[in-house]
C-alpha cells in the first residue's frame, strides 16, 4: 500500500521560514512533488525530488531523503498571499500511467 | 488562456440524476487524469488516458462512473444515478508524454448531490 503523512494545518509570520514536512511509505518511488493549492481554486507545481538532496527554486525550496522517506518544503520570507494549501505527492516506481498519490495537504496561515 | 478548462465549474443535481463533466487539455498533451478531491483531503486519482485510449482506473471508480475521449482531445466524465457521496471537487489534469513529471490542473468541477 501508499501512506502519505504531512501536518494538517501550520501557522507562520509574515517574512519569517516554514518547513512542511512529508513522510511516505510506497511500493516503490519514482518522484515526490510538491503543489500548492489556494482555496477553491487547482493545485500549482511547485517542485519535483526523484534524487536526493535539495532542490531550491526563488523562495521555495524542497528536499527529499528516499532512504528514509522523507521530503519537506521550505518557504522563506514569508508572503501573505503563500497562506493555502500545499499538497505532497509520490509516483510509484513501475507506474506507467505517472499518476500521482496526493496526501492530505497541510493548511499553511501566514500572520502579518 | 492556454491551460486546462474544465466544464461546469459548479453542478447541482438530486440523487438519482446523471452528470457529465469536461475536461480540456492543454493542447498537445498526450496524458490526461481525473482525480477526484473532497473537503480538506489531498485529490485521489480516477483514471488516465493516453491519448484516447483509457489505460487505467482506480478502483474509486464505481460502474457509475464512466469516462471517454473519444479523439485523444478533451475528455467527459459522467456519473449515473449520483449519491450523495459523489459530492466533490472533480479535478482534470493533463501532461506531455515526455514531460510527464509535471501535470497541470484545471479549475475543477464542484459537484453538489442533494
Known amino acids: 500500500g501508499q501512506n502519505i503523512d504531512q501536518p494538517t494545518e501550520m501557522t507562520a509570520t509574515e517574512g519569517a521560514i516554514v518547513q512542511i514536512n512529508c513522510t511516505y511509505q510506497?511500493?516503490?518511488?519514482?518522484?515526490l512533488f510538491w503543489y500548492q493549492q489556494h482555496a477553491g481554486e487547482a493545485p500549482t507545481f511547485l517542485s519535483y525530488?526523484?534524487?536526493?538532496g535539495l532542490e531550491e527554486k526563488g523562495r521555495f525550496s524542497s528536499f527529499l531523503s528516499r532512504s528514509k522517506g522523507y521530503s519537506y518544503l521550505l518557504l522563506k520570507e514569508l508572503q501573505m498571499k503563500d497562506s493555502a494549501s500545499y499538497l505532497c505527492?509520490?509516483?510509484?516506481?513501475?507506474?506507467?500511467?505517472?499518476?500521482?498519490?496526493f496526501g492530505s495537504g497541510t493548511r499553511l496561515l501566514v500572520r502579518p | 488562456d492556454t491551460g486546462v478548462s474544465q466544464d461546469p465549474r459548479h453542478k447541482i443535481t438530486k440523487r438519482g440524476q446523471n452528470v457529465t463533466f469536461r475536461c480540456d487539455p492543454i493542447?498537445?498533451?498526450?496524458?490526461l487524469y481525473w482525480y477526484r478531491q473532497t473537503l480538506g483531503q489531498g485529490p485521489e486519482f480516477l483514471t488516465y488516458?493516453?491519448?484516447?485510449?483509457?489505460?487505467?482506473k482506480s478502483r474509486l471508480l464505481s460502474d457509475r462512473f464512466s469516462a471517454e475521449r473519444p479523439k485523444g482531445s478533451f475528455s467527459t466524465l459522467e456519473i449515473q444515478r449520483t449519491e450523495q457521496g459523489d459530492s466533490a471537487m472533480y479535478l482534470c489534469?493533463?501532461?506531455?508524454?515526455?514531460?510527464?513529471?509535471?501535470?497541470?490542473f484545471g479549475p475543477g468541477t464542484r459537484l453538489t448531490v442533494l
Open positions: 493542447s498537445e498533451h498526450n496524458r
Open positions: 525530488n526523484v534524487l536526493d
Open positions: 489534469a493533463s501532461s506531455l508524454l515526455d514531460r510527464a513529471n509535471e501535470q497541470f
Open positions: 505527492a509520490v509516483r510509484g516506481l513501475r507506474d506507467s500511467s505517472y499518476k500521482l498519490i
Open positions: 510506497t511500493s516503490g518511488f519514482n518522484g
Open positions: 488516458f493516453q491519448n484516447e485510449a483509457q489505460l487505467e
